[in-house]
C-alpha cells in the first residue's frame, strides 16, 4: 500500500485522465491511506508519511500545485488526528514506542540489532551467509531478546550481517547507480507548461508516484523485514524495473508522444 498509494495520489494531480479519472485515483489514494492507517503497523506509518512528503516535495516546486497541496495536508492532518483520537489502540502503540517490557515496544528493535551488530563486528568482510541470521543468532543473544527473531528487522542491517561488506557494498553501488539514473531521469519526465497552465502527464505521474512509494519502501525497510515478504518484494521489482525502463527509453529514442 505504501508503494501503490502515491501512484494513486500522483494521478488524480498529474494524470492525464479526465475529472472522473482523477476523483476515483484521489479516492482510491485515501482509501489506501486508511487501509495502511488500520494496520497498526508504525514502520507503515512512517513509510506512509515519508511517501507523501516526498509527492509533496515534488509538488511544491509548481506554484500551480499549492494550494491543492495544501488543502490535500489539511485533509491529511485531520484525518490523523480524528483517527488518534478515535482510535486507542492507535494512541496505545505510539505510547509503547519507548516503553521497556512490553512485546511491541520500540525498543525491541533496538534489542535485536545490538547482538546484530556485534555479529557483523566478527564477520566483518563475508557476513555469516545468506539467511543464516537466526541460526547464528542464539550465541549473541542478550536476556532481552527473544530466542528466534527470524529477521534483524532492518533490511539495511540485516544486508551486512548476513553478505557482510562486501555484498552491502555491491548492492550499495547498485542502488547509488540506481539513484543517478532517477535523477537524471528526473529533469526529462515533466512536460512544461503554457500559458493555459502546466500540462498534465501520465510518465510524470507515474515516475513521481514511483518514486516517492520507493522512498516509503526505504524509510519502513529501517525498521522491518519488508523485501523478504514476497510480495512486497515482487511489487517493489515491478515499480523499480519500470523506472528503468524511463531511464532506458529517454536515453535511447527520447519520449514517446503519448507521455
Known amino acids: ?131 543464516q541470521f537466526d541460526t547464528r543468532f542464539p550465541a549473541y543473544r542478550t536476556p532481552t531478546t527473544p530466542l528466534s527473531p527470524q529477521h534483524v528487522h532492518n533490511e539495511y542491517l540485516e544486508l551486512l550481517v548476513e553478505y557482510g561488506a562486501v555484498g552491502a557494498g555491491i548492492v550499495g553501488l547498485g542502488l547509488v547507480a540506481f539513484g543517478y539514473g532517477l535523477y537524471r531521469t528526473s529533469r526529462h519526465v515533466e512536460r512544461g507548461s503554457s500559458d493555459l497552465g502546466v500540462k498534465q502527464s501520465n510518465r510524470t505521474a507515474f515516475f513521481a508516484g514511483s518514486v516517492a512509494g520507493l522512498a516509503g519502501l526505504g524509510a519502513h525497510c529501517f525498521f522491518d523485514f519488508n523485501l523478504h515478504i514476497p510480495a512486497i518484494a515482487v511489487t517493489a521489482s515491478m515499480v523499480v524495473d519500470s523506472c528503468l525502463l524511463f531511464f532506458i527509453v529517454w536515453r535511447m529514442w527520447g519520449w514517446p508522444a503519448w507521455g
Not at 505504501?2 to 479526465?18: E, I, K, Q, T, W
Open 1 to 131: 500500500l505504501v508503494m501503490l498509494m502515491p501512484l494513486a495520489l500522483s494521478h488524480a494531480f498529474l494524470g492525464r485522465g479526465g475529472a472522473g479519472q482523477r476523483i476515483i485515483a484521489g479516492y482510491a489514494a485515501l482509501v489506501m491511506l486508511g487501509g495502511i492507517a488500520v494496520t497498526m503497523s508504525r514502520g507503515g506509518w512512517l513509510g506512509a508519511g515519508v511517501a507523501v512528503a516526498t509527492f509533496s516535495l515534488w509538488l511544491l516546486r509548481r506554484p500551480q500545485y499549492r494550494i491543492p497541496m495544501a488543502a490535500l495536508m489539511a485533509v491529511l492532518c485531520i484525518g490523523s488526528i480524528t483517527f488518534l483520537i478515535q482510535s486507542e489502540k492507535a494512541r496505545a502503540r505510539i505510547d509503547a514506542l519507548t516503553t521497556s517490557g512490553k512485546k511491541d515496544s520500540g525498543l525491541f528493535r533496538a534489542w535485536l540489532w545490538k547482538p546484530a551488530l556485534q555479529m557483523w563486528s566478527d564477520h566483518r568482510l563475508n557476513g555469516v551467509g545468506p539467511g
